[in-house]
């Protein structure tokens, strides 16, 4: 097990001007499961490629433990990658898959059955380990690219978007797996996903990345309940948060038929610097519909998805001489019907960011 430490460190492409990643500042703990999100293109695969070597780090530096690793190559730095792809060598049964690292570090035989024994046993391949990769499932492959890396016992794991290539069903079950084995492991974990759901439940902590720039680091919790800018409100969650730039008031967010109160502090602080708005954020969960003399904001339905448990209601409304959309989602046994007017209106705990820096107010 290992500490990993980012300091400042940033990849700038060849003949490109903005860095891939940009000065990146990040601690992850002895022992812990981070999970780096973002969008396509945010750097979270370049961040990771830099800590496997695969990478050059242009300026800073990448330490392990008290160790600097920036410019040691992937061999040296004693860590494990899975890969999108799975990597597995055809021609190879699934055992010679997994011991193939150790064969190459001379490791003793019985060591080599040992090791590859007990990976087997914590991932259920036991019965497959002479078996070929093509007579496998893809998330029995997996697992295999999975063991592969836990017989070389690593002090970090790297994990490159695992569960892409797997069908919906089994990416839910293949990541309990391993949000279950890196528990029992208790080896420091870098995991790369663009889905912020897998992040929100495999993570102890998530770093949310945009343009090769840190936007929050912190338990999945918080990101959800304190996002530190609209970028992270409206990343993190599913469905999104609505979001609105709204005109300011000296008691809120002025919405079409109703308020949503701010503190005085939050009031100064969204004038401060702004354009005579503030962005108001709140959750399709924590909305909900309501008569029309209780002054929510009247919204045309325009789809409405029936999920079984409940139901979630598009619509779009007038802010301000726009029409902005809006999703909320409700009890399935009120469900409207496509081309109602209904009337939305959000619970407690609503967000306010600053409409020109996008900060938390």
């Known amino acids: 097990m290992a500490t990993v430490t980012f300091n400042q460190a940033s990849r700038i492409y060849p003949g490109t001007d903005?860095?891939?990643?940009?000065?990146?500042?990040?601690?992850?703990?002895?022992?812990?499961?981070?999970?780096?999100?973002?969008?396509?293109?945010?750097?979270?695969?370049?961040?990771?490629?830099?800590?496997?070597?695969?990478?050059?780090?242009?300026?800073?530096?990448?330490?392990?433990?008290?160790?600097?690793?920036?410019?040691?190559?992937?061999?040296?730095?004693?860590?494990?990658?899975?890969?999108?792809?799975?990597?597995?060598?055809?021609?190879?049964s699934v055992f010679d898959n997994m011991a193939f690292a150790l064969k190459l570090r001379k490791t003793p035989r019985p060591d080599i059955e040992r090791r590859v024994q007990e990976a087997a046993k914590l991932l259920e391949l036991e019965e497959f380990l002479n078996r070929k990769p093509k007579a496998l499932s893809g998330g029995q492959r997996q697992r295999v690219a999975m063991g592969r890396a836990i017989v070389r016992e690593p002090q970090v794991f790297l994990m490159d978007e695992p569960l892409s290539n797997l069908d919906a069903k089994l990416r839910v079950q293949t990541r309990s797996q391993i949000a279950t084995l890196q528990s029992k492991l208790g080896t420091t974990t870098v995991y790369v996903t663009h889905d912020q759901v897998e992040a929100m439940t495999m993570g102890h902590r998530v770093a949310v990345l945009l343009d090769g720039v840190l936007q929050q680091v912190?338990?999945?919790?918080?990101?959800?309940?304190?996002?530190?800018?609209?970028?992270?409100?409206?990343?993190?969650?599913?469905?999104?948060?609505?979001?609105?730039?709204?005109?300011?008031?000296?008691?809120?967010?002025?919405?079409?038929?109703?308020?949503?109160?701010?503190?005085?502090?939050?009031?100064?602080?969204?004038?401060e610097g702004g354009d005579g708005k503030v962005t108001i954020g709140f959750r399709p969960e924590s909305t909900k519909l309501v008569?029309?003399?209780?002054?929510?904001?009247?919204?045309?339905?325009?789809?409405?998805?029936?999920?079984?448990?409940?139901?979630?209601?598009?619509?779009?409304?007038?802010?301000?001489?726009?029409?902005?959309?809006?999703?909320?989602?409700?009890?399935?046994?009120?469900?409207?019907?496509?081309g109602d007017t209904v009337y939305l209106k959000p619970g407690d705990g609503h967000h306010a960011f600053h409409s020109v820096t996008g900060l938390r107010l």
């Open 18 to 92: 903005n860095p891939a990643v940009d000065k990146l500042d990040l601690e992850i703990r002895d022992g812990e499961f981070l999970v780096l999100v973002g969008p396509s293109g945010c750097g979270k695969s370049t961040s990771l490629r830099m800590l496997a070597g695969l990478e050059e780090v242009d300026q800073g530096s990448i330490f392990i433990d008290d160790r600097e690793v920036t410019h040691l190559p992937p061999k040296a730095r004693d860590i494990a990658m899975v890969f999108q792809n799975y990597a597995l060598y055809p021609h190879m």
């Open 291 to 338: 008569a029309p003399s209780e002054g929510g904001v009247p919204i045309v339905v325009e789809l409405v998805e029936d999920l079984g448990a409940h139901a979630n209601v598009y619509g779009h409304a007038d802010i301000d001489g726009e029409s902005q959309r809006f999703v909320a989602t409700i009890d399935r046994r009120d469900m409207p019907r496509m």
């Open 218 to 271: 912190d338990t999945p919790r918080v990101l959800y309940d304190e996002p530190a800018n609209v970028f992270v409100a409206g990343f993190i969650g599913s469905p999104a948060m609505n979001i609105k730039a709204v005109p300011l008031t000296d008691e809120g967010g002025a919405f079409p038929e109703m308020v949503l109160p701010l503190t005085r502090e939050q009031v100064a602080a969204a004038r």
